[in-house]
């Protein structure tokens, strides 16, 4: 443990390694990587949606499929099924609202297939 001065308060500082990231399987490869609501001239910036999200998108809201079975299919908690149902969500509205074009793309963590 370190202990750092604030002013003229000490404060203990713990120092903890981030939580490793879960492998997701993902079993959906989308045809087009990109995605816009008018010409791409007109759009008013950029939107990544990543693949996780939109395979929880798929499954819960396309698929029709609970969250638990969803989590069950990816492989992960039905919490981070949540999150990213979300997380999708939001980008696909503000992507329509905004008129902002829509990358799939990869998170950059291992992603089972």
């Known amino acids: 443990m370190r202990l750092i001065k604030i002013g003229r308060v000490r404060k203990n500082l713990v120092i903890m390694s981030p939580r490793p990231v879960k492998h997701r399987c993902i ?19 950029i939107i990544e949606l990543y693949r996780d999200e939109l395979e929880a998108l798929r499954l819960v809201d396309y698929m029709g499929l609970s969250q638990e079975e969803a989590a069950k299919r990816m492989e992960v908690s039905r ?34 297939g």
């Open 27 to 45: 079993r959906f490869t989308p045809d087009a990587e990109f995605f816009s609501p008018i010409p791409k001239r007109m759009a008013s910036g």
């Open 79 to 112: 919490g981070t099924v949540w999150r990213l149902l979300d997380s999708g969500r939001k980008k696909i509205v503000a992507m329509l609202v905004e008129h902002k074009e829509l990358i799939v793309k990869d998170r950059g963590i291992h992603q089972k």
